[in-house]
Each structure stands twice: as structure tokens, then as C-alpha cells.
């Protein structure tokens, strides 16, 4: 990541060219077509994913969202990229965060999925942003065990990132997973090894969920589309009190994750900035 702004003319006539408002998920996910996670989204011997800042981005704040890509929960992808997508970046950059660094991950399930853990790069431009966002697999995996690998992105976010925003300014950054089922309890050093290529040791979800918790505030949003959704998201509600965000509506994603990050930072005083309209849509920071 680096040097690029999120400019939203720019990514409105790309997405006409693209054809996202009308385009299958098929289509527009590529890899779907393919039957396979793409190579630069396999965890597979990543050491790191780094959020630096920048001369464009001196005030980095990183941003994690694991999507579930399970059966259920496979459209979410096609809305974010369809309009929710512009949305988020577009309403952070305006509430007064002017250096969002976006990470997408792929959540699937670790006992089951060939691919149960994708990872792009912290991203600030529309352009690159909307490639990692379409090069995720929707596997559509999942299975009857009762849950999915949410904490595939704890382990991922305590153990393999690094950001500026933490080792400079000691500022947290923000972990958001999005889903409809319960966590899976234990992640198994066997299946860390297979997924990252190196695992020694067997976490329970919340020993992930502590180490994770610090450099990142960690958020879960239950979207309520079925019934087991709803008794899910009380275990959700236990383990996390008022960091689980629960919706009924997947499309309010993006209101959402906006107003939580908007929130924490006009708390904190850090990293806010001076908001400039340049043209139509194309939203920069000083």
C-alpha cells in the first residue's frame, strides 16, 4: 500500500466499465470461474501484511474485514463491490478518517474448506481495493459443524500484520468479521500449519481473540437472515457485549463499519484532518 487516494469519480465510471452494477457475481468474481483461491491471496508462507504510512497517507489507520464466503453468506462480497464498497471508503474518508488502509480477508471454515483463509493487502485506492476485493474466492464451503473460522482473522490480525498506527502512535487499529454463524472453538496447530505453512501450536478462540484484542479493536456483525443466525449471535453478544453488531439488513454493512470507525476516531483525536473536494467526487486529505 502507499501512494494512492480513494477517488469515488474515478471508481464510479471504472465501475461502469466494469459492469459491477449489473454483472453476476460469477462474472465479476473471476476466481469463481476458476474453482480456486488466486495465488496472491494465498496465506501460504506470508510473514506479514504491513499498513505504513506515507506522504499521501501520513496517518494510517488499518482496517481489517473478514468476510465470510461460506454458502450463506457469499452475496456479501457481490454488494460491497456492486455500491457497498464506495460507501464505506467514501463515508469514512467524509466523517473525518483520513487515512483508511483496508485489508480484505476471505473467512471460510478450517475443517472443511479447501480454502478457509484468503488475505489481501491494506489497501487506501479505489482501484487497488476493488482488485482485491475481486480476486476473493467465494467458495461457498462451509459445513454442518456448527461454525465457521472467524478466528482464522484474529490469528492472522495478531500474528502476521504490522502497522505504524500501533508501533508509532500506539494506536489500535479496527478487525471487523462479518457472519451468520457461531466461531469454530479451537484452531488446531495442524490446521495453522497447512493454511500458513508453519504452526506449532493449538489457540482456543479466545486466546486469538485476546491477542488480536491488542492492536485491534475487535468488532463481529451478526447479519440476522435466518434463525440460526439469531441464536448465534448470542454467544456473539456474550463473547464481544456491545462489539457485536447485530443487523437484519446485510446492506447496512457499510453504514455500520463508517460509523464505528468514524466514532472511535473522533474519541480519540487521532489521525482526523482537513477534508477537500477536488472536482465532483474525488475525495482527498491534508
Partial sequence: MGGTRYNLSARDDRAKKAGYGFKSASEIFVQNQLGLAHESMNPN?????????????????????????????????????????????????????????????????????????????????????????????????????????????WYFAAFHTKTDAFEKRGQKGLLFTVGDEPNLPTLPASAIKEIMGQGQQTYTSLELLKEAQKRYDVYHISVLHSDQAVRANVAWKELLGQNCLSIEDHREIPNVIKKIICDTHKNSGLGLGTILLDGLDNIEML
Fill in 45 to 153: 508462507g506470508i510473514t506479514f501484511r504491513e499498513a505504513r504510512d506515507s506522504e499521501v497517507h501520513p496517518n494510517t489507520v488499518p482496517i481489517i474485514l473478514g468476510l465470510d464466503v461460506t454458502g450463506s453468506m457469499g452475496h456479501i462480497p457481490h454488494e460491497l463491490i456492486k455500491e457497498g464498497l464506495p460507501k464505506l471508503m467514501g463515508g469514512i474518508i467524509q466523517g473525518g478518517v483520513p487515512d483508511p488502509a483496508l485489508l480484505f480477508l476471505g473467512i471460510g471454515d478450517h475443517e472443511c474448506d479447501r480454502f478457509p483463509l484468503q488475505v489481501g493487502q491494506f489497501e487506501s485506492g479505489d482501484e487497488e481495493l476493488d482488485m482485491w476485493l475481486t480476486r476473493t474466492y467465494i467458495e461457498g464451503g462451509g459445513g454442518g459443524n456448527a461454525g465457521e473460522s472467524y478466528l482464522l482473522a
